[in-house]
T-cell receptor, first 111, second 114 residues
């Protein structure tokens, strides 16, 4: 079973709009990470947020974590066509020995 | 730094054949792992290693073997290929165990088993 589940499965927006993706997980975690995957490529790390953090920023990315609801969100502001990719959340179990990815959100940013 | 490299990029096997997918990293990372990615399933962990000589099973280990004789290399062996192993395989490395640090991914190996 998957620890993290992203929502929505697919999202299509216009360039310049904001994109929000959500991730829910089932068991307690130590860390949650977001990754991006361009078509046919490997995954690229975006942000790591620890269980004692509520919000982190990196450039146009903003990640929040609500451990009481077991959920996280990734906000991409002022989206660009180059942001078109799949986005995955990943959580650790068993103190990081096992790292579990969700099925991802496919984001399409239309010019 | 080359980062994480994987070979081959593409491979076609017949059912029952065996092969080794190669993975190497030049970042002196202790933690390495193998994932498979199937449509709509995200990435699933096959095997991982927390250092040379130490390996363990992930979520979907059946049909695969690994070894870690050096810090740099972490090959994945398919013992007897089956069509269910058709997938894209990614190797990743990290300086710390799974969730505590970012993972660096290789470009992937696309495997088709006929």
């Amino acid at each position: 079973s998957q620890q993290g589940e992203e929502d929505p499965q697919a999202l299509s927006i216009q360039e310049g709009e904001n994109a929000t993706m959500n991730c829910s997980y089932k068991t307690s975690i130590n860390n949650l990470q977001w990754y991006r995957q361009n078509s046919g490529r490997g995954l690229v790390h975006l942000i790591l947020i620890r269980s004692n953090e509520r919000e982190k920023h990196s450039g146009r990315l903003r990640v929040t974590l609500d451990t009481s609801k077991k959920s996280s969100s990734l906000l991409i502001t002022a989206s660009r066509a180059a942001d078109t990719a799949s986005y995955f959340c990943a959580t650790d179990k068993n103190y990081g020995q096992n790292f579990v990815f969700g099925p991802g959100t496919r984001l399409s940013v239309l010019p | 730094n080359a980062g994480v490299t994987q070979t081959p990029k593409f491979q076609v096997l017949k059912t029952g054949q065996s092969m080794t997918l190669q993975c190497a990293q030049d970042m002196n990372h202790e933690y390495m792992s193998w994932y498979r990615q199937d449509p709509g399933m995200g990435l699933r962990l096959i095997h991982y290693s927390v250092g040379a000589g130490i390996t363990d099973q992930g979520e979907v280990p059946n049909g695969y073997n690994v070894s870690r004789s050096t810090t740099e290399d972490f090959p994945l062996r398919l013992l007897s290929a089956a069509p269910s192993q058709t997938s894209v395989y990614f190797c990743a490395s990290s300086y710390s165990t799974g969730g505590a640090a970012e993972q660096y991914f290789g470009p992937g190996t696309r495997l088709t088993v006929t």
